[in-house]
């Protein structure tokens, strides 16, 4: 890896993208230190401290969320708007037809994408902001988190609300907005996969935190020495079986049958049809998230916590994001959401009817039925194992922090090493295609 930034660092264009999208990175992250007017901060991290979900979203969004920044929202909104976009474009032809036209139904979905998205963000922002008003702290009393001039609380004239209102809202979807446009920023001027690195560079500013956090356990108790090693050890442990498992995959081989054109022979080759271990990536656990951060996400809009009385309050106890029934919703349907993943990105009697038209076929499987049912059982085999990978990467912080209480602060867990790990393997492969692609002497070797 660092041999490809070594290789790409020489070459000049390819030195001015990576400078470029180092100087994008930076405006991002001048702009998750600007603080939205009529927030009180302190007040938004106290609420923040007992709400698991806030903190994760926190990390994603690279602490912006936390501090009640212009880039509180991230991508977010942007995430949710493509995950909504491909669930539609199996159901609805004309999306479906889009996505079959090339380069021109690609740039048309993703502004179609662009627009949803900040649909969703006007929602969230308003959520968001119904969820300030109604914040509680530990102690489950009001806290103030709303700030009218030099007055901190949430009884101000009807004037200076909607004023907040329209201004935090606006703060809020404006700065979504933002993260779009400096993501294709990214991708015309610099190495691409722009709103990737945007999430890579987020949640990686995290690490300081982390960093200290391991400190201050030191600091505190030098028997916390051990529990700092072993985390350590976890943490790489993780990065090294996440990017094993990134690169896995099962190879299908492929013969084409030899075919004379005139006096020409075509054909005769031998080849094989990737399927990767982990070819959804983390959109599974985005989508339990999601279904799962749904209840609690709405309560709290209501002003309603896990302190509170009554069934919904017993509700959320129950399905806390550190207790065992959440893990074992969260591992089922994280499995079932790789399937579906799947189901809807491979078509098993299509790659068959493809390797028919072009002579192709698997050894030992004839053309047609028996060639696509020989791919819907590796397929169902493969998703399996990608699957259980996905799910016991996404619980494992869970289940470790109910071991070793001590380590429950952390909230860089899996899904966030598999984000990081899966756009820094991304990132360099895309850097090796477009350093072969100008063939300078020395960078192939």
Not at 166 to 187: E, K, T
Not at 335 to 360: C, T, W
């Amino acid at each position: 890896m660092f041999q490809v930034f070594r290789n790409a660092w020489m070459d000049t264009q390819l030195r001015k993208k990576i400078l470029y999208t180092l100087f994008i990175i930076i405006l991002f992250r001048l702009g998750s230190s600007i603080f939205v007017p009529f927030l009180d901060n302190n007040a938004i991290s106290t609420m923040m401290g007992d709400a698991s979900l806030l903190n994760y979203l926190d990390v994603m969004t690279g602490g912006s969320l936390g501090k009640g920044t212009l880039l509180a929202m991230s991508i977010t909104p942007y995430i949710n708007a493509s995950i909504i976009i491909q669930l539609l474009a199996v159901a609805i032809p004309p999306l479906e037809k889009l996505q079959k036209e090339g380069e021109e139904g690609r740039r048309k979905l993703n502004t179609i994408t662009k627009i949803t998205s900040l649909a969703i963000a006007v929602l969230q922002a308003v959520g968001f902001y119904f969820m300030l008003r109604n914040g509680v702290n530990e102690n489950d009393t009001h806290t103030a988190i709303l700030k009218y001039g030099d007055i901190y609380d949430t009884t101000s004239d009807t004037f200076s609300v909607v004023l907040a209102a329209i201004v935090i809202v606006a703060c809020f979807v404006a700065g979504a907005s933002m993260i779009i446009w400096l993501g294709d920023r990214i991708n015309e001027k610099g190495i691409g996969n722009g709103i990737s690195m945007i999430l890579f560079a987020g949640i990686i500013s995290g690490l300081p935190n982390a960093v200290n956090y391991f400190i201050l356990m030191c600091k505190d108790n030098l028997a916390n020495i051990g529990f700092v090693l072993l985390a350590l050890i976890i943490f790489i442990a993780m990065v090294w079986f996440v990017i094993m498992m990134t690169n896995a995959e099962r190879r299908i081989p492929i013969q084409y049958a030899k075919r004379v054109v005139g006096r020409k022979m075509y054909g005769g080759q031998s080849t094989h049809i990737p399927i990767k271990v982990a070819m959804s990536g983390v959109m599974p656990i985005i989508f339990a998230m999601s279904i799962l951060s749904l209840p609690q996400t709405i309560l709290s809009f209501c002003g309603i916590n896990a302190n509170s009385e009554g069934f919904w309050g017993g509700f959320l106890r129950v399905f806390n994001q550190s207790t065992p029934v959440y893990a074992v919703v969260y591992f089922l349907l994280i499995i079932a959401f790789n399937y579906f993943y799947v189901s809807i990105q491979y078509n098993p009697v299509e790659i068959a009817n493809n390797l028919k038209k072009n002579n192709g076929a698997i050894p030992g499987y004839r053309p047609g039925k028996p060639t696509s049912d020989f791919i819907y059982n590796s397929l169902n085999k493969i998703t399996l194992i990608g699957a259980i990978f996905l799910g016991i990467i996404a619980i494992f912080p869970i289940i470790l922090a109910l071991c070793v209480p001590s380590l429950s602060g952390i909230y860089i867990g899996g899904t966030t090493i598999l984000i990081v790990v899966g756009v820094a393997l991304e990132t360099v492969r895309t850097l090796e295609s477009q350093i072969m692609m100008r063939h300078h002497p020395g960078f192939l070797d």
